[in-house]
């Protein structure tokens, strides 16, 4: 399919060329083949008039669990601790593999609708996770989430045995549409041997290492009490920070944390809603990107937001950096953006792919709806993206040349049987008074 996009104002996020306001895109098959505001002359299946829209490439949500938006509204309002023991860990255990993908569908529709091209997921079940998103053809690189309790038998955990066959299974899936990593959920859930095996495991299949690491300050102390190391000297001892990491929240961070991670090439996704509503603090970015560390953004979980839209998730990152900081010069709309699409690209190793509107690049795109006087006017579409607008102004998505989402129309999910399997769960959950 060729597409030529008209009259559109693009942010290209491409730092070796500058496009005027008004140019033209054109997708033939899976690649952006030209960007500028001079079409060529060549017959195209599809004109789209983009006269007043922002073209723009597509957002990453660099950490999220899926299937927790079945848990959305179920418990909030309490401390981290609370929503886990109380609530979220109970209902997890009785979810069956069913509702796993329907939680998986709805997580992905709606960031589908608000602009979210590719993601990062860790969950259980993380096969039917990979089987449901293959469906959705949005672009994930998905874990399973690994815990364990005892140092022995690492090789014959349900959990381990499942990342491995699902790697096997789905890592490059789709010409790359998925691919796989592997997980430690976090130190305090895991042992030393799991550390050592999911080291050894990540090097020999070549994939990520995906870690909630410094979230809370309970688990720092808790492991200097216990090791007498911090959770990151614990992970570099054991040879996980060889593979690329991607560390999540990186709250409790020291200065020699924070050099161990930038040496290893490690990355860090922020995710401020999820930390904000539990109390758990929020990072301070600067030190990591000013040792040059990658950091992208995340949602998290739509059970601890409530919400799958990463265009809030800009927002809040880009107001609370400027408020650490003490300066509205820091965190500028452009600095914000390139952590929540270029980030997103590195920290799922797929830099070179996607990430700016250039021919060559898979054409992961959206485009904003001119229509919305939220949008209007328009000075300048970076800051006009990044402070003004919310995910629901997003009008359509391509991943990879297709369009799976248009003004509200859903190319490859069922919406009304995804509507119906929701109430079902929701009526399921409410009869076992779950909450
Ligand atoms: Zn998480």
Redesign the pocket.
């Known amino acids: 399919m060729r597409y030529l996009f008209r009259d559109a104002d693009i942010i290209t996020l491409d730092e070796n060329s500058a496009v005027p306001r008004s140019s033209s895109l054109v997708v033939n098959g899976p690649r952006i083949v030209y960007v500028g505001n001079e079409p060529p002359p060549i017959p195209f299946d599809r004109v789209i008039d983009c006269a007043g829209k922002i073209i723009m490439p597509g957002l990453v949500n660099a950490?999220?669990?899926t299937p927790m938006a079945l848990l959305r509204g179920m418990s909030d309002d309490c401390s981290l601790e609370d929503w886990l023991s109380r609530v979220i860990w109970p209902v997890e255990s009785a979810l069956t593999k069913g509702d796993i993908a329907c939680g998986t569908l709805l997580a992905a529709a709606e960031m589908l609708a608000y602009g979210t091209v590719s993601f990062s997921d860790?969950y259980r079940h993380s096969d039917t996770v990979a089987e449901t998103v293959a469906t959705t053809k949005m672009k994930a690189n998905i874990c399973e989430s690994i815990t364990n309790g005892e140092d022995s038998g690492i090789g014959r955990l349900e959990r381990v045995r499942e990342s491995i066959r699902m790697i096997d299974r789905w890592n490059g899936w789709g010409d790359g549409l998925i691919r796989c990593d592997t997980s430690i959920q976090s130190i305090f859930q895991t042992t030393p041997a799991l550390w050592e095996f999911i080291a050894a495991l990540a090097g020999e299949k070549g994939v990520g290492v995906h870690i909630?690491l410094g979230?809370t300050k309970d688990e720092r102390e808790n492991c200097e009490k216990r090791y007498g190391k911090t959770p990151t000297r614990l992970l570099y001892d054991a040879g996980v920070l060889k593979n690329r990491v991607v560390a999540?929240?990186g709250t409790y961070l020291d200065g020699a944390d924070i050099e161990i991670l930038a040496g290893c090439g490690a990355h860090i996704v922020h995710?401020p809603a999820?930390n904000l509503k539990t109390c758990c603090a929020t990072a301070r970015l600067k030190p990591f990107l000013d040792k040059g560390i990658n950091v992208a953004l995340?949602t998290?979980?739509v059970c601890?937001n409530n919400s799958g839209d990463l265009f809030a998730t800009m927002r809040q990152t880009a107001l609370l950096q400027k408020a650490f900081e003490n300066d509205p010069a820091w965190m500028t709309a452009n600095q914000t953006l390139r952590l929540a699409v270029a980030g997103g690209w590195a920290s799922q190793g797929r830099a070179g792919e996607s990430g700016v509107i250039a021919a060559g690049k898979d054409a992961d795109l959206i485009i904003l709806n001119g229509e919305h006087p939220g949008l209007w006017p328009n000075y300048d579409p970076v800051t006009t993206a990044v402070y003004a607008a919310q995910g629901g102004h997003v009008e359509t998505v391509m991943v990879r040349g297709e369009i799976l989402y248009n003004k509200g129309e859903y190319l490859t999910i069922d919406m009304e049987k995804l509507r119906h399997d929701v109430s079902q769960f929701a009526r399921k959950a409410r009869s076992r008074v779950w909450y």
């Open positions: 950490h999220t669990h860790m909630h979230e999540v929240h995710d999820s995340g998290d979980g601890s």
